[in-house]
């Protein structure tokens, strides 16, 4: 089976190949409009996109999805604002947000969807528990992966090889449960 991603982030094809990969998936990246309405509920804001890619591309099943990092201490920021975050104060703008603060538990969420042959929508969400580190470490991965320590780990995403990431991430566990649902109506067309 052939999936088509929306998105204009590698690091994220790279993960879902690898991902997809063991449901004899294969993934080609489609650059496209993904719009994203200002919504704090990452399902939400996915469905939306769907719906407006449905309109933008014919190509199908059309995958894409929307993730972010939720401090609790900062009542879940930067959430679904994780893009704009990253890009302007950065893994290092965080980190100055959160000295001091002793509670640093933290989630990554993943919510993903797929328009269907048949022009359905459906959506799936995946989410990862853990800590903000005290300071960043590790070079692989992307985005906050250098100071999000997963729980039962004591090493960032970004010190992990890619395999280990995806055994438990957030993206992980949303395209799982998301291919599995698709593969159990369209799987033999
Ligand atoms: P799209 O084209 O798919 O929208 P994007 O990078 O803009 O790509 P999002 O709007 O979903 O994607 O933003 C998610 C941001 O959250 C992303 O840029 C990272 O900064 C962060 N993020 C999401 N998943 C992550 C992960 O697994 N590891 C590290 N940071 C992640
Ligand atoms: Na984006």
């Not at 401090?71 to 930067?78: D, N, V």
């Not at 995946?126 to 780990?153: C, H, N, Q, S, Y």
């Amino acid at each position: 089976v052939k999936i088509f991603l929306l998105t204009s982030n590698e690091h994220k094809v790279n993960e879902i190949r690898e991902i997809l990969n063991d449901y004899n998936v294969e993934v080609e990246m489609v650059k496209g409009i993904k719009v994203e309405i200002q919504e704090l509920e990452l399902d939400e804001i996915i469905r939306y996109a769907a719906l407006k890619a449905k309109e933008h591309t014919l190509k199908r099943p059309l995958f894409l999805e929307d993730s972010g990092l939720f401090i609790r201490a900062l009542g879940g920021f930067p959430g679904p604002f994780s893009r704009y975050v990253y890009d302007t104060i950065g893994v290092r703008g965080v980190l100055k947000l959160m000295e001091g603060i002793d509670d640093r538990k933290a989630e990554f969420r993943c919510a993903a969807a797929c328009v269907c042959p048949d022009e359905r929508i459906i959506v799936n969400v995946g989410k990862v528990e853990g800590t903000i580190a005290l300071e960043a470490r590790g070079k692989k991965g992307f985005g906050f992966d250098p100071i999000f320590v997963p729980r039962g780990f004591n090493k960032t995403f970004a010190e992990m090889d890619p395999s280990e990431k995806n055994s438990i991430s957030h993206r992980a566990r949303a395209f799982r449960g998301l291919i599995e649902k698709y593969l159990e109506v369209f799987g033999d067309t």
